[in-house]
């Protein structure tokens, strides 16, 4: 199957790979010269057969709609547009419609992975009619982890990325329990040794997990993460999962905590924030703050996710 990809960045690049190595053909465009197949998003279309369909990973907000709005004038009735980014799902429904205007399909995929999705593969959650969605099948086949799970085609457009919206804020009250339990551990004057605590947990236990296992290799790393300021930012993927909950008169106390919490990181070097720091790190390839570099000076805007790699 042929299918074009616009955004060869950490996941994108990584997405490109992954297909080629199942036989299909990729197309890609990115606005790096040194990533792009081809020169201009127009040429992208023009190496492509009928019915088309074309990847968009960019990141959420502005980027995307520019460049649906370019691939909207560039596509033909038939071909198919897939928001594989950390779109909001209102945009989706927006898209899908201004795309359907044209005869366009579209599909959103919340699409997590991080930077070890190349090796293991890649969740997906998919919304979108049926036929747009099993048209496509070789190429989620391709990208999702081997085995029978790890994909799922969760409803109509929209449902894709609001189930990847949930599965971020898990995420995040994940991150945040882990965080608050080494903080706790790294206090007391009784255990000395936290880091071999967390991996003693690897294995028996009913908190073991891939969180946890990367928790260890960030203590590995930095044993009591000295080197790391105590900053964490927020990719707004938390924030409209707590404005879902609000809407729908859904009580979310442990996922609206863990978003709280990254916000008192910006006022000040929290302990805890440094382990969010670090699985964020080790997870998706996130920029850290260092121990002597001071906060950002513009924190993540709400609602404009910094990037497609997740939370």
Do not use: C
């Not at 924190?299 to 939370?311: C, I, K, L, M, Q």
Request: net charge negative; proline share 5%; aromatic share 6%.
């Amino acid at each position: 199957m042929q299918i074009g990809l616009v955004g060869l960045g950490k996941m994108g690049g990584n997405m490109r790979e992954r297909i080629r190595a199942a036989g299909h053909t990729v197309v890609g465009y990115d606005t790096n010269p040194d990533l792009s197949d081809v020169g201009h998003l127009a040429d992208l279309v023009g190496r492509l057969d009928g019915p088309r369909a074309v990847w968009v990973m960019v990141p959420a907000g502005t980027v995307t709609q520019h460049v649906i709005d370019q691939l909207g004038s560039l596509l033909k009735p038939g071909d198919t547009v897939i928001d594989g980014g950390n779109s909001r799902w209102t945009d989706d429904e927006k898209h899908a419609k201004e795309l359907g205007a044209r005869g366009i399909g579209f599909v959103d995929a919340g699409v997590s992975g991080g930077v070890w999705g190349l090796e293991h593969g890649y969740a997906l959650m998919v919304g979108g009619e049926e036929e747009d969605v099993q048209r496509l099948k070789p190429i989620f086949d391709a990208l999702k982890p081997d085995g029978p799970y790890g994909y799922v085609h969760a409803g109509r457009v929209g449902a894709g990325h609001f189930a990847k919206m949930v599965h971020n804020g898990i995420e995040y009250a994940m991150m945040q329990a882990y965080a608050e339990g080494w903080e706790l551990l790294e206090k007391v004057d009784s255990v000395d040794n936290v880091r071999e605590v967390f991996r003693s947990w690897q294995n028996g236990t009913v908190i073991r997990s891939w969180l946890l296992d990367l928790a260890v290799d960030a203590l590995d790393e930095d044993v009591h993460l000295e080197k790391l300021r105590g900053y964490a930012d927020d990719s707004g993927e938390g924030r409209w999962t707590v404005e879902a909950a609000i809407d729908n008169a859904v009580p979310l106390p442990a996922i609206t905590a863990s978003l709280f919490a990254r916000f008192s990181s910006r006022q000040e070097d929290s302990p805890q924030m440094k382990m969010v720091a670090a699985l964020r790190k080790q997870f998706g390839g996130h920029a850290v703050a260092s121990a002597d570099q001071p906060d950002p000076e513009t924190p993540a805007a709400p609602g404009s996710p910094e990037s497609p790699d997740g939370a």
